[in-house]
């Protein structure tokens, strides 16, 4: 099972909107809506920001949405702030012998 | 409040054995599925291994299978991960993660705890 596909890095203003991708396949992000997203500040143990896809956990900020097609999932960050620089991380249910995969990560930079 | 706090971690010989623990807090331990992640350095985040609330089920990742075992002890609100034949490549910052209530079993990761860091070096 490989790690799910994310662009190494994402930059924006503040204010802006961004999107980062995750691309994985029809065994994994294509083949369930099980596709959750983490925010990761360094040193600072992961944040869940979404589940099932689309659900945001009541403490996460309606500034994160998240969406799928086909194969690929996405992570929307409206109205970037400076707090938002950090990781971010998709992972997908997969079915198979090892059970969830995360991507491989994207920096999110505020400039 | 949630609490996990991992132990542990620390340098091992290449072959060797190492039990990391997880001492929870804050919440009814046995209601919940627990989880092992882990970040080598400068890596992203890699799934380890989970077992469900009930302890009926226990899941790898096929780069651990085999050589670790997560187990869990419902009286003393632990989980543990016991590591074998260690290898370089399993060098990690190791955390301990309780899955969501609202949907069990679908690795969906709500309160993780700070992390142990495991070095696998001769």
């Known amino acids: 099972q490989s790690a799910l596909t994310q662009p190494a890095s994402v930059s924006g203003s503040p204010g802006q909107s961004i999107t980062i991708s995750c691309t994985g396949t029809?065994?994994?992000?294509?083949?369930?809506?099980?596709v959750s997203w983490y925010q990761h500040h360094p040193g600072k143990a992961p944040e869940l920001m979404i589940y099932?896809?689309?659900n945001r956990p009541s403490w996460v900020s309606n500034r994160f949405s998240g969406s799928k097609s086909g194969n690929t999932a996405s992570l929307t960050i409206s109205g970037l702030q400076a707090e938002d620089e950090a990781d971010y991380y998709c992972?997908?249910?997969?079915?198979?012998?090892?059970?969830?995969?995360f991507g491989t990560g994207t920096r999110v930079t505020v400039l | 409040q949630v609490q996990l706090v991992e132990s542990g971690g620390g340098v091992v010989q290449p072959g060797r054995s190492l039990r990391l623990s997880c001492a929870a807090s804050g919440f009814t331990f046995r209601h919940y599925g627990m989880h092992w992640v882990r970040q080598a350095p400068g890596k992203g985040l890699e799934w380890v291994a989970a077992m469900w609330y009930d302890g009926t089920n226990k899941y790898y990742a096929d780069s651990v299978k085999g050589r670790f075992t997560i187990s869990r002890d419902t009286a003393n609100n632990m989980l543990y991960l016991q590591m074998n034949s260690l290898r370089a490549e399993d060098t990690s910052v190791y955390y301990c993660?309780?899955?969501?209530?609202?949907?069990?079993?679908?690795?969906?990761?709500?309160?993780w705890g700070p992390g142990t860091l495991v070095t696998v070096s001769s």
């Open positions: 993660a309780r899955e969501i209530a609202a949907r069990p079993n679908l690795g969906y990761l709500d309160y």
């Open positions: 099932d896809v689309n």
């Open positions: 029809s065994s994994d992000v294509g083949g369930y809506d099980y």
């Open positions: 992972s997908s249910y997969t079915g198979s012998s090892t059970l969830y995969v």
